[in-house]
């Protein structure tokens, strides 16, 4: 069995993730003030659905805000090769991915304004059939590997 990848991403990647799930946790607790409402204006609504949903709301958030980000970092790992990028992510189910150089179509990087808020970027790999994610690289980084990548991609292409 293969050694897994040692780079990590930016350990920023977890702040932007718990501002994504603190802004997400908005939904669901809208909704439960909705209910609190509701119940308080209609009869017919009981009160204890508002309590439910509160407690649903603030497990999930602490879930999804705390631990999930923590857990999701730990695992994300990968490794550029001559040959081929090794991507390894997943909590619970971890997966292992190699994307051969001489598949690689293009490859990008995004940034939305929550990375951006943290100096961050995701390096898209583009194959054929699909695209591969190393999300929340420092910028230089994920410019460097994109050039490093499309370089090592061109010149496989150019030995076939």
Do not use: C
């Amino acid at each position: 069995m293969r050694e897994q990848p040692n780079e990590r991403i930016a350990t920023d990647a977890v702040k932007a993730w718990q501002l994504t799930a603190h802004l997400i946790a908005i939904i669901p607790l809208l909704l439960t003030i909705a209910a609190f409402v509701v119940s308080y204006y209609f009869e017919p609504f009981p009160y204890w659905v508002g309590i439910i949903l509160a407690v649903i709301t603030i497990l999930e958030w602490g879930f999804t805000a705390f631990l999930i980000p923590k857990l999701r970092w730990k695992r994300w790992r990968y490794q550029i090769y001559d040959q081929e990028v090794y991507i390894q992510h997943g909590i619970l189910i971890v997966t292992r991915t190699v994307v051969p150089m001489i598949r690689v179509q293009h490859v990008d990087t995004q940034q939305g304004p929550i990375l951006k808020k943290y100096g961050l970027s995701t390096l898209e790999i583009s194959t054929a059939a699909t695209t591969h994610e190393i999300p929340a690289l420092l910028e230089e980084e994920a410019a460097d590997l994109r050039d490093q990548i499309s370089e090592l991609a061109r010149v496989e292409q150019d030995d076939v």
